[in-house]
Nanobody
């Protein structure tokens, strides 16, 4: 029923930009809190950016603050992550996740639905 599909990843040079999309089906994005997470090779999964159901609150990892922006496109029922000034340390598989509650959370285990991820590789 519920399906989240990430897209927009790829191989880029440091300083470039990418926009990741998370197309949702089986749920309405405006009724969930959302998060973007990533997992780099040999490292644990970490939160990147999260937002409340209303969209009024968002929170970013220190490593991406000022460079990444989480947003929704309600018309397309999608979640977005705009990534600017990419760095090699941003290299990871990026996942979108949906949380049934109204509040934002950085804890991945609290999320109800996950996409399968999209690869981002940033070369120096």
């Amino acid at each position: 029923q519920v399906q989240l599909v990430e897209s927009g990843g790829g191989r880029v040079q440091a300083g470039d930009s990418l926009r990741l999309s998370c197309a949702a089906s089986g749920l309405t994005v405006s009724t969930y809190a959302w998060g973007w997470f990533r997992q780099a090779p040999g490292k644990e999964r970490e939160f990147v950016a999260v937002m409340s159901q209303s969209g009024s609150s968002s929170y970013y990892a220190d490593s991406v603050k000022g460079r990444f922006t989480i947003s929704r496109d309600n018309a397309k029922n999608s979640l977005l992550l705009q990534m600017n000034s990419l760095k090699p340390e941003d290299t990871a598989i990026y996942y979108c996740a949906a949380h049934k509650q109204t509040w934002l959370t950085t804890h991945g285990f609290e999320y109800d639905y996950w996409g399968q991820g999209t690869q981002v590789i940033v070369s120096s």
